[in-house]
């Protein structure tokens, strides 16, 4: 079974300006016909040039958004039968996520930001607790865990993400441009916490502008305006 398996996907945004105008609303095509199979445990870095699609693409596996038209099986689970709630349950039981920009609560600390997105998970609160400051350990800020956010640096600030991402143990890791606001000795830091989610058994699904973040996937996936340019492994 793949981890995620997308047929004839395509995205259409509405053109808001033009409808007011009266003019056409047939909107524009962001993704055109993308069928694509990702099994688990790949590493798959996403490339394209700005605006071609990476982020939208990445936002519907993420079941942020729903394609226009087309099949998206997650875990073998086809999610256009789900309704808006069963996707949520279903994103946050599956699915990590990590951003370019960190997205962390700036009055709460490394800790209560990485618990967050299990609060509703059912899971009890010690339970939380004592995941969080595991994961937190594991990528190195066993002393910063009452720290606030803005007192870490960029790649400290990205790990904190990285821990929040892995706190409901999904198996499927998604991140946009993870090291795009960081310096190459902290992005080469934060490559070697996706190797060792990678190695844990994790699929991982990473945008990135940086040609030496990509070379470190295993399989390279190419947009070019909203269609699959190149697939290489
Ligand atoms: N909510 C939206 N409404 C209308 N158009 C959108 C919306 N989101 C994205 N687009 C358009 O879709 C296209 C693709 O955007 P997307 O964010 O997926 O690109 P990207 O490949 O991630 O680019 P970047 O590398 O700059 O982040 C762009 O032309 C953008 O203007
Ligand atoms: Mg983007």
Redesign the pocket.
């Known amino acids: 079974m793949s981890a995620i398996s997308l047929t004839d996907i395509n995205k259409t945004?509405c053109q808001t300006a033009d409808r007011k105008n009266g003019n056409d609303t047939s909107g524009?095509e962001?993704l055109k016909s993308i069928t694509l199979d990702i099994g688990q445990n790949e590493f798959v870095a996403l490339q394209?040039t700005?605006?071609?699609?990476?982020?939208?693409?990445l936002h519907i596996i993420g079941l942020l958004d729903r394609p226009t038209s087309g099949r998206y099986e997650l875990t073998g689970l086809d999610t256009s039968t789900l309704d808006d709630d069963r996707q949520s349950d279903l994103r946050n039981r599956a699915l990590g996520f990590v951003f370019q920009s960190f997205y962390l609560i700036p009055y709460a600390t490394a800790l209560e930001n990485v618990i967050l997105p299990g609060l509703y998970s059912g899971v009890p609160r010690t339970e939380l607790k004592a995941r969080a400051e595991s994961l937190l350990e594991q990528v190195g800020l066993a002393d910063r865990m009452d720290f606030n956010p803005s007192r870490l640096s960029g790649g400290q600030q990205q790990r904190v993400a990285m821990a929040r991402a892995l706190l409901n143990e999904p198996d499927i890791i998604l991140a946009d441009e993870p090291t795009g606001q960081l310096d190459s000795a902290t992005s080469t830091e934060i490559m070697k916490l996706f190797h060792t989610v990678h190695d844990s058994g994790k699929t991982i699904v990473l945008?990135t502008?940086d040609e030496d973040v990509a070379k470190e996937a295993g399989r390279i996936i190419k947009?070019h305006d909203g269609m699959i340019a190149e697939d290489v492994r």
């Open positions: 945004f524009i962001v394209g700005s605006g071609s699609g990476k982020s939208t693409l945008v502008h947009l």
